[in-house]
């Protein structure tokens, strides 16, 4: 059997967490000198509602090793014997080498095993990694293997196409991803920026002015970059105002062909830290073009790669 397991930046909701059992390791979060696990001593909600009187700015610490251990350990007691682990990127954390570690240590303490552990740096942040976890959790459900799941997840991270905006600038600021001289600029002329990821560490790639084209970026964006094949849902992330969420997302029913699921989750505690309110976001599989610099023969390699993977999870389907 197969165990996925992620940490609390995933940002899925509790709901599919249940609904296909996946282990969460929590960030930790210092607010006021105390400390609380991500999602567990502190929801969302709770946490939005208080963060703009905070005496200092809150601050989150990766998972243990000792919290993925014990997470690995249960899930073999469970009888699991192959686990895929799902970390946020190492260029924006340390939860990936954390996880790593633990692996290091459960070999060492089960000298022998034959249990698999594939550790995935998933060069992705918060829904990002989220749409992989998820993607994960449904091939399992699908019949496909361990290895064919692994495959997945290295081939198609890179191309999880990452999209966030946000309202308080002043938390992009503290967290080193705008200038201060950018900050007071587009407070004065209302402009947002957007973010993505590059090479697994997160960059503004757009500004506009105003939400409405932020959104209609993202939507724009969206048609010309979405895979089509690899798509099969989206993700719309968002900390404390669900309803811009939801005006992305009958945007996308109204202006695009897409006909998959979209699912609207909440950001947690450890990513609202660094976000703040107000902040939306969007995630699914783009093109391989639009994504990488390889060289010619590298892309014609990779997407022969890809075409072969997705014809496996339609065999996969048709046979479930």
Known sequence: MIKIIADSTCDLSQDLIDKYSIGIAPLTININGKTYRDRIDIKPDEFYSIIENLDKEATTAMPSPTEYLKIMNEAVVNGYTQIICICMSSGTSGSYQSAVIAK????????????????????????????LVLKSAMLKEQGMSFEEIVEFNETYKIN????????????????????????FIGKILKIKPIMSMKKGKGAIVAKERGRKRVLKHYVDEFISRNDE??????????????SVAENLKNKINQETDFKGKIYIMQMGVAVGTHVGLGAVSMFYIEKGHKKD????N?????MEKKAEIMERIKNTRLNS
């Open 104 to 131: 290091d240590y459960f070999y060492d303490e089960n000298e022998g095993s034959d249990v698999e552990i594939h550790i995935v740096d998933s060069k992705c942040m918060s829904h990002g990694s989220g749409w």
């Open 160 to 183: 999880v196409k990452h999209f966030l905006s946000v309202d308080d600038l002043d938390h992009l600021i503290k967290s080193g991803r705008l200038s201060n001289s950018s900050a």
């Open 229 to 242: 094949e690899a798509t099969d849902f989206i993700i719309i992330g968002y900390t404390s105002d669900i």
């Open 293 to 296: 610099n390889l060289l010619i």
């Open 298 to 302: 590298e892309v014609n390699g990779l």
